[in-house]
């Protein structure tokens, strides 16, 4: 019995490990076509949900306006809800559309349904978060993809603020999310998965996926799986900068991750028969995202848990069935593919007392495990700051 367990282990990091080098390596081939076509400027909304998000959205808002994309051409749609009334106040002074919303259990996704039902003649739709800001050419690069046909884009969102270890490993974090699992996708011909925020969509296409949605947390993930199964690619640039608000905190950092993780295997054992189902059909898109994808823990944990095995494997070897050498060797891949996915930018000391706290927030991952019962049945809000 333990030596099928032995394999079933290995079996599953040796999984981990050649799906994290493929599309790594991948990553390094990503290109973007849609950035050379001459455009039109369709018409664009922007809209940003900012639930109880008082001390960041006035200044999300103004900067949304400093897009190099024509005025004329695009709105800046603030979905206030629980906002207090001198935020409200200095919203309203501003050139954009406040959008008042009031629900006895806020969600994301009734916000956004909420502002689609009353707002309309857009081709498309940029989402963001309260503390979202656009980088100046993120709207024309967008409007490229539209041009060439996309109906749903993810941007690349990095890190707004890097003022603790904790926020500049958040930051590291995404950046080889942004290199795996989007740029190497994007690659090797599949859909990118999308995040959440700095994202775009084909206006009718959300307004159609989102009118039969009640998600409470991980509304990305199902929206995601909805667009592949109406045949949609999700298309992903690299090129289209928008700077997200890092966790710079324990507690707030735990309370993201509940949600997280708990959306991600609601989502997985929601979507494997589909996924599975999919592939036989020959839409390899659906099965990466829904099953191959879901099917892993997050990456830390998966290290964590991997170096761990491999130091109790040394110790151990003599009763192992799986020899040692194939320990050493997915753990050392393991290392290799996240290394080649960190962009240049993170390579200086600072990554090195970010790296010092990743022990405890292996542990604090793992623990959660065991406290996301009914995580996913309430709105779980991320308080942000205002980063200069």
């Known amino acids: ?208 996926i989102l009118s039969s949605m009640d998600s409470i947390g991980g509304f990305d993930k199902e929206l995601q799986l909805r667009t592949l199964e109406l045949g949609h690619k999700i298309h992903y640039i690299h090129e289209a900068v928008v700077l997200d608000e890092k966790v710079d905190s324990p507690e707030v950092f735990e309370n993201q991750r509940k949600r997280w993780m708990s959306s991600h295997y609601i989502y997985l054992r929601k979507f494997l028969t589909k996924g599975i189902l999919s592939l036989l059909k020959g839409n390899v898109s659906i099965f990466n995202i829904a099953v191959l994808y879901n099917l892993q823990l997050p990456r830390l944990m998966n290290l964590g848990i991997i170096s761990i095995s491999v130091f109790a494997a040394i110790l151990l070897q003599s009763y192992l069935t799986v020899p040692i050498i194939v320990w050493l060797s997915l753990w050392m891949l393991y290392i290799i593919s996240f290394v080649i996915a960190i962009p240049k930018s993170f390579l200086n000391k600072d990554i090195l007392r970010a790296l010092l706290t990743a022990p405890q927030t292996f542990i604090t991952i793992f623990a959660l495990h065991f406290k996301l019962k009914g995580a996913n049945k309430k709105f779980i809000h991320t308080p942000h700051k205002q980063h200069s």
């Open 1 to 208: 019995m333990w030596a099928w367990l032995e394999i079933l282990f290995v079996a599953y990091f040796a999984f981990c490990t050649f799906y994290s080098l493929l599309f790594s390596l991948g990553g390094h081939f990503y290109q973007n076509k849609s950035l050379k076509v001459e455009v039109e400027k369709k018409r664009l909304a922007v809209l940003i949900p900012a639930y109880k998000e008082d001390s960041v959205i006035v200044g999300t808002a103004i900067s949304a306006l400093e897009q190099k994309y024509p005025r004329k051409d695009f709105d800046v749609i603030v979905i206030a809800d629980s906002l207090k009334e001198e935020t409200l106040v200095a919203l309203r002074k501003l050139p954009i559309i406040v959008h008042e919303v009031h629900f006895e259990k806020s969600t994301k996704v009734k916000s956004l349904q909420s502002a689609l039902a009353s707002y309309s003649n857009y081709h498309g739709v940029v989402i963001l978060d309260a503390d979202n800001i656009m980088q100046p050419s993120f709207l024309e690069k967008i409007n490229s993809c539209f041009c060439i046909g996309c109906m749903a884009i993810q941007g690349q969102r990095t890190a707004k603020n890097k003022n603790t270890p904790m926020a500049i490993l958040d930051g590291l974090s995404e950046a080889i999310a942004n290199h795996i699992n989007r740029k190497g996708a994007i690659a090797l011909g599949l859909s990118s998965p999308i995040i959440g925020s700095g994202m775009a969509f084909q206006y009718t296409l959300l307004k159609n």
